[in-house]
């Protein structure tokens, strides 16, 4: 058995590799109804009753964790959280071990994040149940790109043809590839963007995406910008000279959207460093879709769980 | 060559279909004193063409837009633990306040009433109406829910294996009503059970 089952439903999300575009448009269409679930008084339907969802998360996260936890509870499954750091992970239990005695409490799914690249497929392989990747190290973080899908769908109305630029440290992203993996799937093309020692050369042999070192060439037509959050600790390890530099030259702001298509519209992954990676004025203006992004992000993970758990096709 | 399957029974034709209609038309402005402060939401699939016919019959006879919506039960089946094949959720529509208002809820055919009863614990998470009604083409009895319908437009008894097959202008080409068995039905669409329950306006 492959990952994919009978009529090619994958049984996982780990990345994009087993999902057909027309599955994955199936899962933005999904989202759709939920979103409009979301706006009920009655906010949760009972789509998922006496199911039990564990989210396993081996690294820090409120925000996805809030957002898995409330897709999960408004589909009416119940929830159980495996914090890794109150947990006997910190006595040295290794990830299988601890992935075989959740599996003694018969959990339906797992939704996992840990800063190792790879081990949700590891869980998926002990877990014998569907996984959905949280975020993997710098490998991929694919509800996070569905969301930045769905965002810029909402927008447009339909992804082909549209001009995605994400700029900032793509080397330490995971938003960046799996966003690199999933838009050119959907028909858009992806423009990726950073300082050359934040720009690992093998992404631009993925179909349909661009490496550019220059910012205003990067925007140029593009329909959506996305800002990377730029962590301050990489100051260390030198991928960049200066912080003022990287800020004068790639720092998300009017003056370089003033390239991109009139109209285009500004992602954050989040959480924001405010006027370093993004400007204060774009963050909180106009053209900022990052609050969408949130409630997007809850109405999408809600279609992942119920196109992974209903069904046994 | 295998012969083209052939209904059991042809049970409405277009002409019956329309009259059906129009005579629950006239049996939901009776019932309701007029047409004043009701609502149309069809259930996705065929309640939806039913439920604008039913609109544009209230307004041609009480001169009063009803607002019509869809839903779509797929959230609140109470089967998805069981499903073999995943159903495809579609849009629920509702767009104007359900509180003060009388609803009809529209499909096209009542079987087991596992549908309505999904359709009524949707329809109050949307909101909260004053009433709740049933408007459905065709009862076929084989009820396993305590649902009933306030209006018929055609009592069908059926035996439980029998197939009961509507079909509408706007989503299948004409207007009909047939009664199929069910093995017949199965080599004409090339379906298995399940999938059929889905989408060949079958009701449940």
């Known amino acids: 058995m492959t990952a994919a089952g009978i009529g090619g439903r994958p049984r996982h999300l780990l990345d994009f590799q087993d999902w057909a575009p027309e599955r994955l448009s199936a899962l933005l269409d999904g989202a759709d109804t939920m979103l409009n679930v979301l706006s009920r008084p009655v906010k949760k339907v009972p789509a998922l009753q006496g199911l039990t969802v564990c989210t396993a998360f081996f690294e820090n996260s409120t925000r996805t964790k809030v957002s898995f936890e409330l897709a999960a509870r408004r589909m009416s499954a119940d929830v159980v959280s495996f914090a890794a750091g109150a947990s006997s992970v910190s006595k040295g239990e290794s990830l299988r071990d601890t992935v075989e005695t959740l599996t003694a409490y018969q959990m339906d799914a797992y939704i996992v994040r840990h800063s190792a690249s790879g081990a949700a497929h590891l869980v998926a392989r002990y877990s014998g149940k569907p996984v959905i990747n949280a975020g993997d190290g710098r490998r991929a973080h694919p509800t996070q790109a569905l969301l930045d899908a769905y965002t810029i769908r909402q927008e447009y109305g339909d992804l082909k043809g549209k001009k995605v630029a994400i700029i900032g440290d793509v080397l330490h992203s995971r938003v960046a590839r799996s966003n690199a993996e999933l838009l050119p799937k959907l028909g858009a093309e992806v423009t990726l963007c950073g300082p050359a020692t934040l720009l690992p050369l093998e992404l631009g042999q993925m179909p349909g995406v661009t490496l550019i070192t220059d910012p205003r060439e990067a925007v140029r037509g593009a329909h959506a910008v996305m800002a990377l959050r730029l962590q301050q600790e990489r100051m260390q390890g030198g991928y960049l000279a200066s912080m003022q530099d990287y800020v004068n030259t790639y720092q998300v702001n009017e003056a370089l959207l003033a390239e991109a298509e009139d109209g285009a519209i500004v992602l954050h992954p989040g959480p924001m460093n405010r006027d370093l990676e993004i400007s204060g004025d774009v963050a909180d203006g106009e053209r900022s879709r990052i609050l969408k992004q949130v409630s997007n992000g809850q109405a999408v993970r809600m279609s992942v769980l119920y196109h992974l758990l209903v069904g046994r096709d | ?204």
Not at chain 2, 3 to 17: G, R, Y
Not at chain 2, 184 to 193: C, H, I, P, S
């Open chain 2, 1 to 204: 060559m295998p012969e083209t399957a052939q209904p059991k029974a042809v049970i409405l034709d277009s002409h019956e279909v329309r009259r059906a209609m129009t005579r629950i038309a006239h049996e939901i402005i009776e019932r309701n004193k007029g047409a004043e402060g009701l609502a149309l939401i069809g259930v996705h699939t065929r309640g939806i063409p039913l439920a604008a016919r039913l609109a544009a019959k209230l307004s041609e006879l009480e001169g009063v837009d009803v607002p019509t919506g869809s839903l779509d039960i797929t959230l609140y089946r109470d089967d998805l633990s069981e499903v073999a094949r995943q159903p495809i959720i579609r849009e629920t529509e509702v767009p104007f306040d359900l509180a003060q208002r009388r609803v009809i809820l529209v499909d096209d055919v009542l079987f087991t009433g596992r549908t309505v009863r999904a359709a009524l614990d949707a329809l109050i998470d949307i909101g909260r109406p004053t009433g709740i009604q049933l408007a459905v083409l065709v009862d076929r009895g084989h009820r396993e829910l305590p649902i009933r319908a306030d209006y018929v437009g055609k009592n069908l008894p059926t035996a439980q294996d029998e197939v009961v097959k509507v079909k509408l202008q706007e989503t299948d080409g004409t207007d009909s009503v047939e009664l199929w068995d069910r093995p017949a039905l199965d080599r004409e669409v090339g379906m298995d059970r399940e999938s059929r329950a889905e989408g060949a306006g079958e009701g449940a």
